[in-house]
């Protein structure tokens, strides 16, 4: 059995194998039954388990905690454990950093999505939020687009500047914002990693173009945008069923009447088939959203990723 640190989880999986892995490993067939959802304290911190596998071959076993109220004390607010097991004879094969392996397939896969559904000549990012994800995000999209320009925006200015400071480490130059309403009209990508319960991101502020991930919100009383934005949009999600049920956007728009079930176009799978029989942008002027909540298929490719590497 096998012990992977996160510093192991990092070296074995940078982003540029990374996110490749997950587009190939989305073109095979992976079982999961739906996450076990728990509220220990009866308020908003989490804990849930994922699992996945592929039969006769491997399953994985994903732990994480999301405690929100963490941000407040300068805590992660995410803490994961992973176990791979063998699915020929029960063995543990791994017990991998779950933390690590949660911010970097979140962030390869948002960064897998933008690269299918943003416009090619996508030249300026930027992060919203200032927790754990906001670097890999920021890391995650200079690996598939070549950037000029990264913002990390933040509602207090010294959380954005430390992570700023934390990018120039990796060779990654950024800048730091509190002015979300002008960081949004000078971006050509946007990532929102935040656990916002209330949207911040006001619809008329999102400019023809933009392709915008919302990758924060995964309960359906969360959101990061407001869901009067998805009527504007072209809607993608990570998987159909997880975010009609927990994506706090879409949820909240469909429930309101302002977009159908059907308008969520197609899933991460069907975007990165050989054949795909659905489309993405189709022009520079659409504003392209991809949501996601999180799904447990990521966290089993990821670590056999780390596995193979």
Request: proline residues 5%; hydrophobic residues 45%.
């Amino acid at each position: 059995m096998q012990f992977i640190t996160k510093e192991e989880v990092a070296r074995l999986a940078p982003y540029s194998t990374l996110i490749e892995a997950l587009a190939e490993g989305l073109r095979e067939p992976i079982e999961s039954p739906p996450r076990i959802h728990f509220n220990p304290n009866h308020d908003a911190s989490t804990v849930l388990i994922m699992p996945a596998w592929r039969p006769n071959r491997t399953m994985g076993t994903k732990i994480i905690s999301i405690w929100p109220q963490n941000n407040a004390k300068g805590k992660s607010a995410v803490s994961a454990v992973y176990v791979l097991t063998s699915c020929d004879d029960g063995a543990t094969l791994a017990v991998i950093d779950g933390t690590e392996l949660t911010l970097r397939r979140t962030a390869g896969t948002a960064a897998l999505a933008a690269r299918i559904l943003a416009r090619p000549s996508s030249k300026r990012l930027a992060v919203l939020g200032t927790g754990a994800l906001s670097a890999h995000m920021a890391m995650a999209h200079h690996a598939v687009f070549g950037l000029t320009e990264t913002t990390i925006w933040g509602r207090e200015l010294d959380k954005a500047q430390a992570v700023v400071d934390a990018l120039a480490q990796v060779g990654i130059a950024a800048r730091a914002s509190t002015d979300l309403e002008s960081t949004l009209a000078a971006t050509d990508l946007v990532a929102a990693a935040t656990t916002a319960t209330q949207p911040f991101i006001r619809s008329e502020w999102v400019k023809p173009g933009t392709h915008l991930g919302l990758i924060g919100a995964f309960t359906a009383a969360m959101a990061e945008a407001e869901p009067a934005l998805l009527p504007r949009v072209k809607l993608f999600a990570d998987t159909r069923d997880g975010v009609l049920e927990k994506g706090g956007e879409v949820w909240q728009a469909v429930h309101s009447g302002l977009i159908q079930a059907s308008d969520v176009r197609a899933e991460l799978a069907e975007l990165v088939a050989l054949e795909p029989k659905v489309t993405g942008r189709s022009s520079d002027q659409e504003i392209t959203v991809f949501k996601s909540v999180g799904f447990a298929a990521l966290d089993l490719i990821a670590a056999e990723h780390l596995m193979q590497s």
